[in-house]
């Protein structure tokens, strides 16, 4: 089971965690919301392509908006127009966002994300450095037409993955300690993360991100049948999709305003979370957030 997993299954209340109330997940979503307009403003103004991604793909078709008990936003861009993004990001929006990259100090994600100056948010799995709200991005890369080139690729950015999870695991020990001591499962998990992080003692965390992400960057033919997201919950296996079926992309209403979803969003919703995404799960099935830290 993957540590984000594990984290979610801790009873917060035993683990001495702040349990987001309804009020603050109101101005999450707001705050969320303002941060998306922006975005897309910048978007728009330069052409940049994007979608949204993942579970926020399930609240646009299902809700019409956030999942309600969901916490987060996920967006898609393809590695030519995060690199466009990349560009433009400091000048438009540098003043009231930060862009963290793979490879940055103490940034421990292998995937970039886009956080609100002014606001923190801590996580169980975190150092002591200060995050702020944040957007993830999850690069949509070109997948190799050859079966067996895609195969070795996948194997490869699975294995980056793996090692990632040890080293980020290994800088965040002290607070998993301290915050999963009610869960032995989670100790020992943590323990043996740890342990493994010590055979890949030759590179810094932030250096095993920037190969991470350079790895999974290696194809380049943009008009490849498949596109890939190595970096998405799914790992790189189950984040394997046609490419006609994400691009292009189509305009759908998400809590008032437009977002774009990929073209064929019920071919990614079956092969990503099963054919009955639709359905809404039983009140005690939802995720109810916990962190360390909130503020907005």
Known sequence: MGMIN????????????????????????????DM????????????????????????????????????????????????????????????????????????????PTIEKRGTEIKQVQSTDEVQGLFIDVFILENAPDNGLVRKIHGLASTAYLAIDSFVR???????????????????????????LSRLFWFHSMENWMLRSDKCFSVYK????????????GAHYFGEIFRRDCMEPTVSVDFEGIKVNIPCNSDYYLRKRYGKDYMIIPDEDKRERHAYVKLSL
């Open 169 to 195: 695991t290994n800088a965040c020990k002290k607070n998993l300690l301290k915050y999963g001591k009610s869960d032995p499962a989670l100790i020992q998990a943590v323990k043996l993360r740890c342990a």
């Open 6 to 33: 594990q984290i979610k299954k801790l009873d917060a209340k035993k683990s001495g965690l702040h349990i987001v109330t309804d009020k603050e997940l109101d101005a999450i979503h707001h705050t969320l919301l």
């Open 36 to 111: 998306l307009k922006d975005l897309i403003t910048v978007f728009e103004k330069y052409d940049i392509g994007w979608s949204l991604s993942g579970g926020s793909i399930i609240g646009a078709v299902r809700h019409k908006g956030f999942i309600p008990w969901d916490d987060d936003i996920d967006i898609f861009m393809t590695r030519a127009n995060f690199e466009k993004f990349c560009k433009v990001f400091h000048k438009e929006l540098g003043k009231s966002y930060k862009l963290r990259l793979p490879g940055e100090k103490g940034y421990l994600m292998h995937f």
């Open 221 to 232: 033919n943009i008009k490849s049948k498949y596109v890939v997201c190595p970096s998405g």
